[in-house]
T-cell receptor
Framework: ETGVTQSPTHLIKTRGQQVTLRCSSQ?????VSWYQQALGQGPQFIFQ???????GRGNFPPRFSGLQFPNYSSELNVNALELDDSALYLC?????????????FGQGTRLTVV | AQSVTQLGSHVSVSEGALVLLRCNYS??????LFWYVQYPNQGLQLLLK????ATLVKGINGFEAEFKKSETSFHLTKPSAHMSDAAEYFC???????????????WGLGTSLAVNP
């Protein structure tokens, strides 16, 4: 067990709706990264947060947004859901300082858009 | 730009046989290299990583990988496969310490390992 917790584990939404996914990072970790993993694919980097600020973004539209809170937990928000947003969303926590490059992943949230 | 190629989307071995999963990367500077395993309906678990130092790294569950700079490879091996090794395996890279602030991981497409009795 990594100590990274994501909620909910499964979610079904209708096209056009909005969704919020949550991630509690491992104790002591100040950086959270979000990834989207479509079925049969490798994870794709969405964005990363370090100390409550966005610290890099992948090739995702602005309707994908995030937050990081003072306790380093994080949210991923997706507006105007599309069918292609159906995927496993993974949260990874790590230390920003360069002595530790390991990221610990949560179990993921399986989002289905119908 | 960095990229990762995993040769073979599906690999099937017999129980007790050698496991070899291939990973090649493209990067202007030697990156940090990782292998992760993903069991069905689960998140990703780190198997092993290479950052600096010894190029042969040992991980959990009897897996090891060797960083070969000249071949830009980081192949994953295990001498004897177990049924419990059946899973999806992902190779990933990230920029080294001095290459920028973004510590995102860039992933291969994954290799599905099947272990036959």
């Amino acid at each position: 067990e990594t100590g990274v917790t994501q909620s909910p584990t499964h979610l079904i939404k209708t096209r056009g709706q909005q969704v919020t996914l949550r991630c509690s990072s491992q104790s002591g970790h100040n950086t959270v990264s979000w990834y989207q993993q479509a079925l049969g694919q490798g994870p794709q980097f969405i964005f990363q947060y370090y100390r409550e600020e966005e610290n890099g973004r992948g090739n995702f539209p602005p309707r994908f947004s995030g937050l990081q809170f003072p306790n380093y937990s994080s949210e991923l928000n997706v507006n105007a859901l599309e069918l292609d947003d159906s995927a496993l969303y993974l949260c990874a926590s790590s230390l920003r300082d360069y002595t530790n490059t390991e990221a610990f992943f949560g179990q993921g949230t399986r989002l289905t858009v119908v | 730009a960095q990229s990762v190629t995993q040769l073979g989307s599906h690999v099937s071995v017999s129980e007790g046989a050698l496991v070899l999963l291939r990973c090649n990367y493209s990067s202007s500077v030697p990156p940090y290299l990782f292998w992760y395993v993903q069991y069905p309906n689960q998140g990703l678990q780190l198997l092993l990583k290479y950052t600096t130092g010894a190029t042969l790294v040992k991980g959990i569950n009897g897996f090891e990988a060797e960083f070969k700079k000249s071949e830009t490879s980081f192949h994953l091996t295990k001498p004897s496969a177990h049924m419990s090794d059946a899973a999806e395996y992902f190779c990933a890279v990230s920029p080294p310490i001095n290459a920028g602030n973004n510590r995102k991981l860039i992933w291969g497409l994954g290799t599905s390992l099947a272990v036959n009795p």
